[in-house]
């Protein structure tokens, strides 16, 4: 009966949505603090400006912030600088991963942007969150 009871508990947080389940704590994501495998440098939320070689490869980690979606739209304003490469990588929930490759010496600008998270039928604020970050390639 107990095993019924914590199963149920269970399923009632994992299958209400997280802006919507009281009580229940969303799995946190590990800070990550070296590059994946076949990556050079890592670039998280922190970071505003970072430089590299031409042929090095960036891998970009992006975490959620509380009450708000997930990263999205990760771009580049100029993929001569940059180009995207799979990473092969699955992201945790709540977790954006993207992967770079420097191309040609310049500089270029990744961008994500997140929203609020608004439930059903109820006022919503109308702002979102922008990350940037500027990568100069030599």
Request: hydrophobic fraction near 45%; glycine fraction near 8%.
């Amino acid at each position: 009966m107990r095993f019924l009871l914590v199963l149920v508990t269970l399923l009632a947080c994992a299958c209400a949505s997280a802006r919507a389940c009281q009580g229940c704590t969303a799995p946190t994501s590990p800070i990550v603090t070296t590059p994946a495998p076949g990556f050079d440098v890592l670039v998280t939320e922190g970071d505003r400006a970072v430089t590299v070689k031409s042929g090095q490869r960036l891998e970009l980690v992006l975490h959620a912030k509380p009450g708000m979606s997930e990263w999205s739209d990760v771009n580049v304003d100029d993929h001569t600088v940059l180009r995207a490469v799979p990473t092969g990588i699955m992201a945790a929930r709540g977790v954006t991963i993207a992967g770079y490759e420097a191309g040609r010496p310049g500089t270029a600008t990744i961008m994500a942007t997140a929203t609020p998270l608004c439930s059903p039928g109820q006022a919503c604020p109308a702002f979102a969150m922008l990350f940037e970050v500027r990568v100069t390639v030599f």
